[in-house]
C-alpha cells in the first residue's frame, strides 16, 4: 500500500506545502513532545500566528464523527522548516490532538509507518487545547488583548509573572 501524504508546515514564510508518496512502512519523522511554541500548547501566546497557519489547521482538522479526509494535509511543526535538519516532521501536539481523527494518519499507524506512542502525550508534556475550536477561541482573546496596549488576556501564557 502507497499513501499519497500531504504535509504542510506552518512558519513566518507562510503555510508550505508539499505532497509525498510514503510506502508502506516507510517510518514517518514526528516530534516526541511539542516544541516550545506549539500552538497546540496552552502557554503558547497564540497572537504570533497569522490567520494563514490557522487556515491550514482548520484544512487538517479532524474529530470525532468529522474525521480528516485523505486529502486533508498533515501538519509538520512550524520549526522543521524545509532546510532544516529535520524538515517535515509531524507536530507532536496535532498528532496528539488531531491524530486519531486524521486519515492519513490512521493508514501511517496500519501500515507502521508511525507507531501508535506517536499520538499519546506523555506525563511531562505541557497542558494541550482539546481540539482546534478551543484553540481558535484562545487565539480570538490573545488577538484582542494584544490590540489594547497594556491589556492581557488570562490565563495561559499571560497568566506568568
Not at 511543526?77 to 490512521?106: E, K, M, N, S
Request: proline fraction near 11%.
Amino acid at each position: 500500500m502507497i499513501a499519497v501524504v500531504i504535509s504542510e508546515p506552518y512558519g513566518p514564510g507562510g503555510p508550505l506545502r508539499r505532497e509525498e508518496t510514503v510506502p508502506a512502512g516507510e517510518p514517518r519523522e514526528y516530534r516526541n513532545s511539542p516544541c516550545m511554541r506549539c500552538p497546540w500548547r496552552l502557554d503558547t501566546d497564540l497572537a504570533d500566528f497569522s490567520d494563514a497557519e490557522m487556515e491550514m489547521l482548520r484544512r487538517a482538522d479532524g474529530r470525532p464523527g468529522a474525521e480528516a479526509a485523505i486529502t486533508a494535509p498533515t501538519v509538520s511543526c512550524h520549526r522543521d522548516q524545509p532546510g532544516t535538519a529535520h524538515a517535515w516532521r509531524l507536530c507532536a501536539g496535532w498528532l496528539a490532538t488531531v491524530g486519531d481523527f486524521h486519515f492519513a494518519i490512521r493508514i501511517a499507524l496500519v501500515t507502521e509507518s508511525l507507531p501508535r506512542e506517536a499520538l499519546a502525550p506523555a506525563s511531562d508534556w505541557p497542558a494541550l487545547y482539546p481540539d482546534l475550536d478551543a484553540l481558535l477561541l484562545a487565539r480570538q482573546k490573545h488577538l484582542r488583548a494584544r490590540a489594547v496596549p497594556g491589556r492581557q488576556p488570562k490565563g495561559p501564557p499571560f497568566d506568568k509573572e
